[in-house]
Every structure is written in C-alpha cells, then in structure tokens.
C-alpha cells in the first residue's frame, strides 16, 4: 500500500504544495527538451530529403561547435569564427555527399546508417586530433549571449529563468520557423520536399539530388552548429555530448521520423517527461532515472502509436 | 584449380547435410584448428595470447550472436553490450551462489539468464523493424547499464560497485581469477567458443536458420509459408542475447578479471555491430573475420607508429585511430557493402578457376 502512495499519490501531493518548484522543473525540461528537439530536428531534415538515419547528426553538433571554440582559440575573431565554422559546415556537407552518399547512392538503408557510423568516428577522430579532446568552454561573452538569470516571485516561491535558456528558446523557435517558411515557400525548399516524396519521380522533374543533399546536410549543420553553441553554453564542449545526442532517437519515435513539428512537440515532451520522472518518482528507485527515462518512454509509445504523433507514413506492421 | 569440388561425390544424405561437403574445407578448418589449439599457445607470448587471441575470441562470439539477429533474422539490435552485462553479472552472483559447481558450467548457463532478458526486450519487435526497434533495443541498453550500477544486490554490495572474479580451480588447475594462466583461460576460451560457433553454424543451416532467414527476407510471406513470427523472432532474439551473455561472461571470468558497468556501454553495442557490418551479415566466417579487423586493427595502428619510428603522443594515436576506423567503415561499405566473407567468397571462385580468369 505504502509503495502504491509513493507512487501515485505523493509525487502528486508534492507538485501540489510546492508549485514553484514544478515550474522550476518544467521548465528545465523545456529547455533541456528544445535542445533533443533541435537535434532530432536535424536527424529529421536528412531523413526526409535522403532517407539517410543520419547518426552523425550528434556528433556533427559537438564538431561544429568544437570548431567554433577552437578557430576561436586561434585567435580568430568570434564572429569570423562563427562565418568560418558555418563554412566548415558546408565543407563537410559537400565532403559527406561527395564522398560517403554518391558511391553508396541506392544501397539498403542499413548500409547508409552504418556509413554514417563511419562519419561519426572519423569526426570524433578528426575534431579531437585537430582541436584537442579535452573539454572547452563555449564563447558565450564573444558571441554576445547574455549570462546570469532572471528570478521571479511567483507560485508561492521562487522561480529562476536563465537568461541564456531563454535566448536558447526564442532562437530555436525562430530557427524552426525560418525552416518551416524555407520548406514550404521557397524553389529549394519545394524540391527538398520532392525528394522527400521520391527519389525517382524528382530526378525524372529535372531536380538534382546531388545538390539537395548537399544543402540539406548543410541545413542540418546549420542546425547543428545552433545545437552546439547553446548546448556547449550550458555544459563544456566535449565529446562526451554523444551519448546525450542519442536521446534525440526518442524524440524521433515519439514524433516520428519525417515530421518537423513532431520533432520539436516529441522533444518537448521527452525532456519535461524525463525531468519530471527524475524528480518526483527517481529517487524512489535510485535516482538517475533520467539515463533511460527517455527510452522507456518511447518504448510505451511505440506500443500504442507506431508512426509517431506525426508521422506520414504508417510504418507497416510486422 | 586448387579449390576444386569436381570429383567429391554426395553419396548419402549426411554427406549431403555436411556443413564442410568439400574435402578442401575440411582441410583448411583442420589446419585452422591444429594452429588454434597447438601452434598459438606453443609459440605465442602471453601478449599475444592475453590482449589479441583471447579478446579476438570472445569478440567474434558476441559478433556471431548479433549476427544471428541481425544477419541472419533481420532484427537491427543495438542493445548488446547490455545482453553480454547481463551473462557477466549473471555468472557473478551464480559464483556467489553457487560456488562449488564447476565455473565453465556457470559461465555457459549464465547464457540462459540474458537469453531470457533478450527475449523480454525483443517483445517490441512484433509491432515494429528496422530503426524503430534499434531504438527499441537501446531502451534495453541504458536501462540495463543503469541496473547494473544501481542494483547493489548485483555486485554484491562492493564498495566499488565493481564486480571481481573469484579464484576456482579445475582438476587442480587454476582457471580464472589472477592467478590463472593465460594459457588455460585461452584454451577454455577457446573450446567455448568452438564448440558454440559449430552449434551455430549447424543453428543456420537447419531449419531455424532457415526460418530465421525467411522471416529476414520478408516477414509476410514467411508467415504465409506457415511460420509463426512470435516464436521465431523471440527464438531469435533468445539465441543471440544467450551467445552475447556468454561471450560477456567470459570477457569478465576469462579476460579481465573484473569489470564495472560502463564495460558494457552503448560503444561496445556499436563496436559489435560495425564488426558484423565490416565482416558480412548473415556469414559467421565473415563475424569472426569482422571482430579480427575491427579488434586487432587499433592495437596494430597503436604499435605501428613506434615501430617505424615515429614518437607521437598516446592521444594523437588514438585519434588517428577513431580517424582510421572511421575511413575504413566508409571505404568497405563503399568497395564491398556485403563484407569481408564476400570478399572470401570471391577469393574462393578465383582459386576454383586459377589460372584461367573464369
């Protein structure tokens, strides 16, 4: 009895009598939620336009925001840093097309994700031998990103906002907003989505492949680098974000894989999800729920909802 | 021209069922076995049997588990680091148990344990494939490591919450802990796996193999043909988490000597699938092929540089490897997307037809 009130009651209770701290808590499940939500953004963006389960996109994060930090130890200006590493970012995604997709172009879909596997560690490899692999930290002064945070009285207590999560949000929103305009409006965007739709019907329309893929990488590394810069701001710049980065692949089954508003409402709801769980039913178990959380969430999910929320196409059922 | 089977006739239906028909086959297996179990231990320095033979082994046997799942049965799995947690810290608490029954007998049937996790986790894969069930999977990965560290019971309460091989001798000979030869773990590694890859390979070319494969190929004439996919799939996923937590079984009792729960991290899911992805799906030559090149290849890109001379500092030579394997990933899918057995496969038809092109 006592452990069926700890586990449906009090939580309950708790949130109840101490609503400052469930804002508190919702709230750093919605930052922390918007950052999974930016990265499955850019697993979606690839997966729409190639078909390609692209698992660098984590570690393209950490890349480019790893860059960033490192051309600015150089002694590079901080904005000319921020230009050059969003060249880096269109290098790789010229590289990765020419190199990695056009040989492998047709192969079955578990060849493309082991190649991205590749991508990956040559990544790891590369950035670490190039800017050293311990962690930095992330220009936040230079790049005029404001620091300390705001504090309310409200709920019955106090509720403290970041000034840098907010930046994060309001940019992210704007980020997504812009590609929503981009994908639906624009002469490049309409061909991404043809793509998307087939491979062969958008070749046989004139639409080159070779080309949306390098600009659809390149979005994703755009998106990336955003990731990277408000994630590195929060915690160090390391490679140690790639186990976090693969909390983006239930973000992905809750939103689906091909939904861009799926991406965003699915990792919204993994990070409150998981912040709530950690703090009101962890430490009925041991705390550190929040390492699988996610997982078992969308596992739930998957059982009841196979597509997603939002997603196009119903996987076919087994 | 020396790989010939003109002449070697079936003359009964064992014969026909063998698993090696061809007489030169029967050879080269021979002749791999006699160096296996007489020529690496007579010459080999502890070395080489204790950081290359031995991990190389146990590699290639959780390499043959996954690839009994995801080669062979089409089921895409990332949760194997977990499944060999689960046979290592299963034979653990059975030594504990149990600590006069024979520690070989442990080591296999602690197999049995992550058999019956796997199955319960491969549940998933009656409602959903490909990607979605590898995410799946990785609910099994993380879940199960944070068990392993949070659960005490498991590691018997140790302070360092690191689980440590008891010594147990066998006919008076020492055979795990550190005092034990790496003679003896090697061999008892060896017979193990041995005899486990001959129960595989006669696994894949019987009946379930076939049915594993057909449910690969395509699931929904599979079940028009009359197999049921609930059975088969979990049979599957059973087979290969039992193959994985013996093999993790012995990477603790006969490797390391002891371990902590981020052994079986998430990298150790990934290392085993790139060694079944760069060695062939669906090929258990090409699972003991991939664990060689994907194991022994860091250790050799690690000793290479000082040996020509080169002094680079231990990080930048790990870093060149991360870079090298990445390369190497990518040049192999791109050059032979079906793997090194491929590779042996075309080998073999050009030694059939030497010296004429075909």
């Known amino acids: 009895m006592h452990v069926l009130y700890l586990i449906f009651i009090d939580p309950f209770v708790q949130m109840g009598t101490a609503p400052d701290l469930l804002v508190q808590t919702l ?55 921020l230009a050059l590493t969003v060249a880096v970012m269109y290098l790789l995604a010229f590289t990765v097309e020419r190199v990695v997709l056009r040989p492998l172009v047709n192969q079955p879909d578990i060849i493309l994700f082991m190649a991205t596997f590749g991508i990956t560690y040559f990544l790891i490899g590369f950035g670490e031998f190039v800017f050293g692999g311990d962690p930095k930290v992330m220009i936040t002064d230079d790049l005029y990103l404001p620091k300390g945070s705001i504090t309310y009285k409200a709920f019955g207590g106090i509720v403290s906002l970041q000034r840098l999560d907010i930046v994060a949000v309001v940019v992210a929103s704007i980020m997504v907003a812009g590609l929503g305009v981009f994908f639906s409006k624009t002469r490049i965007g ?71 508003p799926g991406a965003i409402v699915g990792g919204l709801i993994i990070g409150i999800g998981e912040k709530l769980g950690e703090f009101y039913w962890g430490p009925l178990v041991g705390g550190g729920t929040d390492a699988w959380f996610a997982y078992v969430i969308a596992l739930v999910f998957l059982l009841f909802r196979p597509q997603g929320l939002f997603g196009e196409q119903i996987i076919e059922r087994v | 021209m020396f790989y010939r089977e003109a002449g070697q006739f079936k003359t009964s239906y064992a014969s026909d069922l063998a698993v090696f028909p061809i007489l030169q086959d029967r050879i080269g297996i021979a002749v791999i076995l006699a160096i296996a179990f007489v020529v690496i231990p007579l010459t080999g320095n502890d070395f080489i049997i204790n950081a290359v033979m031995i991990p190389f082994l146990i590699f290639s046997l959780a390499a043959i588990g996954l690839n009994l799942l995801t080669g062979y049965t089409g089921q895409l799995s990332l949760g194997t680091g977990a499944f060999m947690g689960v046979g290592a ?164 009792f006969l490797w390391y000597g002891g371990a902590e729960a981020n052994v079986f991290n998430i990298n150790q899911s990934f290392t085993t699938l790139f060694m079944i992805i760069i060695g062939g799906l669906g090929s258990i030559l090409g699972s ?42 990518i040049f192999f899918l791109i050059a032979e997307p079906a793997g090194l057995a491929r590779l042996w496969q075309i080998g073999k038809q050009k030694l059939r037809v030497w010296p004429f092109p075909y």
Not at chain 1, 234 to 258: M, N, Y
Not at chain 2, 181 to 209: F, P, Q
């Open chain 1, 27 to 81: 709230w750093e499940g919605l930052v922390g939620g918007m950052l999974y939500a930016l990265i499955a953004l850019g697993f979606v963006l690839i997966f729409k336009a190639s078909g390609v389960f692209n698992f660098a996109q984590g570690i393209m994060v950490v890349f480019s925001a790893l860059t960033l930090v490192g051309l600015y130890a150089h002694g590079v200006p901080a904005f000319l840093a």
């Open chain 2, 288 to 329: 003991f092929l991939g664990a060689a090149l994907i194991y022994i290849l860091p250790i050799v890109l690690r000793f290479l540089p000082p040996e020509l001379g080169l002094s680079l500092h231990a990080a930048t030579i790990e870093h060149i490897t991360y870079m090298t394997v990445g390369v190497l990933i």
């Open chain 1, 190 to 260: 309409r061909a991404l989505r043809a793509v998307a739709d087939s491979h062969s019907a958008a070749l046989s329309v004139g639409i080159s492949l070779e080309q949306i893929w390098v600009i659809v990488w390149f979005a994703a590394g755009l998106v990336a680098l955003v990731t990277g810069i408000f994630w590195g701001a929060r915690s160090d710049v390391s490679f140690a974000l790639e186990v976090i980065a693969l909390k983006a692949l239930p973000v992905l089954i809750l939103g689906g894989f091909t939904s861009i």
């Open chain 2, 89 to 252: 810290y299963a034979c653990y608490k059975l030594t504990t148990i149990f600590p006069g029954v024979n520690i070989i007998i442990l080591v296999v049937a602690s197999g049995f344990f992550s058999a019956l996790v796997g199955a319960v986790f491969g549940l998933p894969s009656l409602r959903i494939k490909g990607f979605y069930l590898a995410i799946a999977t990785l609910a099994a990965q993380f879940f199960l490591e944070w068990c392993f560290t949070r659960i005490p019971w498991l590691y018997n309460y140790n302070l360092s919450t690191a689980i440590e091989v008891p010594q147990r001798e066998l006919f008076g000979v020492i055979v795990t802990g550190p005092r034990a030869t790496a003679e003896t773990r090697y061999y008892i590694v060896l017979a193990i796996v041995v005899a486990m890859t001959w129960v595989a390979s006669n696994l894949v070319h019987g009946r379930i193999g076939r049915m594993w494969m057909a449910v690969r190929d395509m699931d929904i004439a599979a079940e028009l043909m009359g197999i049921r996919l609930l059975p088969t799939k979990l049979l599957a996923f059973a087979v290969s988490s039992f193959y994985c937590g013996v093999a993790g079984a012995m990477m603790v």
